[in-house]
């Protein structure tokens, strides 16, 4: 009777070691599915983030390179039709004075 007591002890003990690996095994398939999910979305956000970052600096780069040349052309024009309206109305105002 001792015996079959103890053989019954250790089925019950074997049958609760399964059901707790088979929940082990459950949760950890679970863990695993979320950390997949979890690594997708980091690295999405990284790319996201870098994109980003070209957005704004692109931009910035191009102008510094490309501005400069522009503004200079335009303030020499803007220079130059000045001195021609200055120099109009002062040979204006030269011919009516004298």
Request: hydrophobic residues 40%; aromatic residues 6%.
């Amino acid at each position: 009777m001792d015996s079959e007591n103890k053989q019954n002890q250790q089925n019950k003990e074997e049958a609760d070691l399964e059901k707790l690996l088979k929940q082990n095994l459950t949760i950890s398939q679970e863990i695993l599915d979320i950390s997949r999910y979890i690594k997708k979305y980091v690295f999405w956000k990284k790319v996201i983030g870098l994109v980003k970052v070209f957005i704004i600096l692109v931009p910035i780069i191009l102008g510094i390179i490309y501005l400069p040349p522009m503004i200079e052309k335009g303030l020499s024009n803007i220079n130059d039709n000045l001195n021609n309206h200055l120099s109009n109305i002062i040979n204006s105002n030269n011919e009516d004075g004298q």
